[in-house]
């Protein structure tokens, strides 16, 4: 297994709190990326990083940062949490992105975070 | 806008029977397609990937089959045992436009193995 560890697993915060995820990785892969996984919609892109400091947007964007200061954590944060941010969170890393079409990505274990 | 269709939902079979999972999609500028399977409060495991400029993969009793023209993926599953129920993800790598890919998913298939 990849080596991909995320904290906290489980959270749970009320309305209006500022959250942070991390996720870090010890096979200094250049890519990693956050999802988000809800019932009905499956796993959808938040935001993703190509190297240290550089990071794009996803799919779902709104109301999420993130920040990459070292290769191995990639930090996700709610700025101020709303409940229809309560999901299953994903950090995935891979190694080459387009350069090397049978990369695949690899993922973490997932955060449960609860929004009250 | 790519969108990746899983069909069925939910699969019940039972054990040492062959079964295919079907994956469709809407936008044929892929560069892979990729199977991942997740266990119930776990990660995803990739299973197979298959290049935009190949037809098909195979690991032990996994075979998967890519007709990009189509827009269609499938799964075939052999001699199924109970070990093999999970949940069953697609997902289409397209360009994110930044030197990186972005996957997109399916909402999957939930397969039960009843032994």
């Known amino acids: 297994d990849a080596g991909i560890t995320q904290s906290p697993r489980h959270k749970v915060t009320e309305t209006g709190t500022p959250v942070t995820l991390r996720c870090h990785q010890t096979?200094?892969?250049?890519?990693m990326y956050w999802y988000r996984q809800d019932p009905g919609h499956g796993l959808r892109l938040i935001h993703y990083?190509?190297?240290?400091?550089?990071?794009d947007k996803g799919e779902v964007s709104d109301g999420y940062s993130v920040s990459r200061s070292k290769t191995e954590d990639f930090l996700l944060t709610l700025e101020s949490a709303t409940s229809s941010q309560t999901s299953v969170y994903f950090c995935?890393?891979?190694?080459?992105?387009?350069?090397?079409?049978?990369?695949?990505?690899?993922f973490g274990p997932g955060t449960r975070l609860t929004v009250l | 806008k790519q969108e990746v269709t899983q069909i069925p939902a939910a699969l019940s079979v039972p054990e040492g029977e062959n079964l295919v999972l079907n994956c469709s999609f809407t936008?044929?500028?892929?560069?892979?397609l990729q199977w991942f399977r997740q266990d119930p409060g776990k990660g995803l495991t990739s299973l197979l990937l298959?290049?935009?400029?190949?037809r098909e993969q195979t690991s032990g009793r996994l075979n998967a089959s890519l007709d990009k023209s189509s827009g269609r993926s499938t799964l075939y599953i052999a001699a199924s045992q109970p070990g093999d129920s999970a949940t069953y993800l697609c997902?289409?790598?397209?360009?994110?436009?930044?030197?990186?890919?972005?996957?997109?998913f399916g909402k999957g298939t939930k397969l039960s193995v009843i032994p």
């Open positions: 997902a289409v790598a397209g360009d994110s436009g930044a030197g990186s890919y972005q996957l997109t």
């Open positions: 990083s190509y190297g240290v400091k550089d990071t």
């Open positions: 298959i290049q935009s400029s190949q």
């Open positions: 936008d044929s500028a892929i560069y892979n």
């Open positions: 096979e200094n892969h250049r890519y």
């Open positions: 995935a890393i891979s190694e080459r992105g387009l350069a090397g079409y049978t990369d695949t990505q690899y």
